[in-house]
């Protein structure tokens, strides 16, 4: 089995990747995001997750969860382009794609955009960085995360 937090993060990266793909690179959990030959990677990554106060009162039923998910936006800057406007396309073709369809084909129960941050030069090779985080709600069955 699947524990729900590996489900969101999965669904995540599908949705980016359907169709045509919102980057060339497009993983979970990698360290070193960006390679030397790209202009644009996203990343997607757990962050942390939280039971509802309705564990409390119900620890044999469905729990209620809320999982904090980074989506990392990457994009190489060049001298024609500062470095936020090379990530601003990429920001807002994630931000699309997700909203899109806010409950993943059913993977969660709603995807909650939270907030956007920026890194700028995040690698000292005129790198820009935006990290979208979103609340994902889904539930768990009893006593398990699945």
């Known amino acids: 089995m699947t524990t729900i937090v590996a489900t969101a993060v999965a669904a995540i990266v599908a949705s980016l990747s359907s169709g045509t ?6 993983a979970r959990v990698r360290l070193r995001p960006l390679a030397l030959a ?3 990677a996203v990343v997607v990554r ?5 039971a509802s106060a309705e564990f409390v009162l ?5 729990v209620g969860w809320t999982t904090a998910i980074a989506v990392e936006c990457y994009a190489r800057s060049t001298v024609a ?4 406007q090379a990530l601003d396309p990429l920001v807002e073709a994630v931000y699309a794609r997700l909203m899109a369809d806010p409950t993943l084909s059913g993977a969660v129960i709603s995807l ?4 956007i941050n920026f890194d700028f030069d995040a690698d000292g090779e005129q790198t820009a960085c935006a990290t979208l985080v979103f609340n994902a709600r889904h539930r768990a069955s009893g006593a398990t995360l699945s």
Request: aromatic share 0%.
């Open 21 to 26: 793909p919102v980057a060339s690179q497009i």
């Open 81 to 84: 382009t500062t470095p936020d």
């Open 38 to 40: 790209a202009d644009q």
């Open 46 to 50: 757990p962050m942390a997750a939280q």
């Open 58 to 62: 119900n620890v044999n039923g469905p």
């Open 112 to 115: 909650q955009p939270q907030s």
